[in-house]
């Protein structure tokens, strides 16, 4: 045990000087407005996504993060959200909270540029009462700290019927437990870029390709395969992680209205047998997703009628040649 923690504590070394200040999932395609603010409600007019994440499994200590996320399609051109994560490791605890708004630049055939903005605040804590010493009631762990921060966040994100690509910066100021101000260098920015493809092969698969890279200044580029096969409601997924990480997951979609899923990243590196496996659940709820297999790449309204139409005819009076009708 104790050879075990001293690798981890060489790895929290390495990921203090190189990490990236923000979460990263192995579901990404699902919760992409979490680090991305102009990915507000492109999933479903009204969507919810929440993600809980533990790694190195069996550890006491180990990081673990929640992850929740709501957002909802005011109008064609806008939309709105919340953003909230805890994350955890040892004694430190990260709480964060964003309040979003996205604009769209609307195209023809379903297609729109959004730019979205967060606005919200961090809380930092370290809670030393916690920690087990070898000294009892040793008052070099007797306090505990706390601090609040101003934060802010920037995305842009494309959409098409059967394509995606964001670019994001989710903490424009760069905030820590023992900094009494924030701090907005941007020469400490992480980046963040997200695309994916919906492929539809034959009537009843869809081939979802997802990528996702991390990166900053003077800091090893981060990035994240993800292949997800969809038939009718099914899903799985199987990727890799630039950190020598398989990904595997599975999903499931209830009524295009409820998604449950699970991944879990199993480490091929020369740390495997300290590190474990990190596990990952996801719950998500929307009024309908758009992209699920079965008609994936229409995104449509009942209208007054009851007939089906595509949503930007109805504001542009636009209409798809060579398009399926509804």
Known sequence: MIKRLFFLFLIGIQTSVFGQ???RYSQFNFAKTLNN?????TDATFQNDLIYRNQWAGIDGAPSTIGFSSSYEIIDEMAVGINFYNDRIGLTQTNSFTAMYAYRLLFEERRYLS???GLGFDNFSQNFADATTTVANDPSFSQSYSNFKFNAAFGMYYRSSNFY??????RLLQNALFVDASR???SLWHYQMMTGFYWEIGDNFVLNPNFQFKGTYNAPLQGDALIRGIFNHFGASVGYRTENSIIVGLDYTFAKQLRVGYAFNYDVGPLARVKGMSNEVYLGFAFPYYFNGEEFDSRKYVGRKGNTKYEYNRKYGRHLKNK???
């Open 37 to 41: 603010p102009g990915a507000l409600a």
């Open 165 to 170: 690509f964001g670019l994001s910066i989710p």
């Open 115 to 117: 730019l979205g903005i």
């Open 184 to 186: 907005l260098n941007p």
């Open 21 to 23: 200040n923000t979460p």
């Open 324 to 326: 399926r009708k509804y």
